[in-house]
């Protein structure tokens, strides 16, 4: 038997002078491209909770020791993370008119 996927919600913000098609269609654009990179919609939710985990318990860890080999498997977490979103955000983004002003614009995934 497999588990349910659990329901996230994706939504884009700081996307001034969009319409809501626009605003839709990104959004729905970046949830394929995110659950594509990390592996299936079943694995957005679980793939998030492992980064924001992993990033705690590194956080003000010395430089050093977060380049350790014992802080490996964390860097790894966050870096397929991190990787999924930048290639989903790109995707997302991509179709709009790039000379709009999208520096301040971000996707938030609530559960």
């Known amino acids: 038997m497999t588990e349910p996927t659990q ?8 996307a001034t002078g969009l ?3 626009q605003r839709s269609a990104a959004e729905l654009r ?4 995110l659950e594509s990179g990390v592996g299936g919609p079943e694995y957005v939710v679980p793939a998030l909770q492992a980064c924001m985990l992993a990033r705690s318990l590194i956080e ?15 860097r790894e977490v966050i870096a397929l993370w991190e990787n ?3 290639r989903a955000i790109m995707t997302a983004l991509k179709p709009l008119n790039t000379a709009r002003d999208m ?3 971000r996707f938030e995934i609530s559960v």
């Open 19 to 21: 319409s809501a098609a």
């Open 84 to 86: 999924a979103e930048d």
């Open 7 to 14: 329901a996230y919600i994706v939504k884009m913000v700081n």
């Open 60 to 74: 003000g860890l010395p430089t050093e020791e977060v380049t350790d080999a014992e802080c490996g498997a964390e």
């Open 30 to 33: 970046f949830r394929m491209a």
């Open 103 to 105: 520096d301040e614009v």
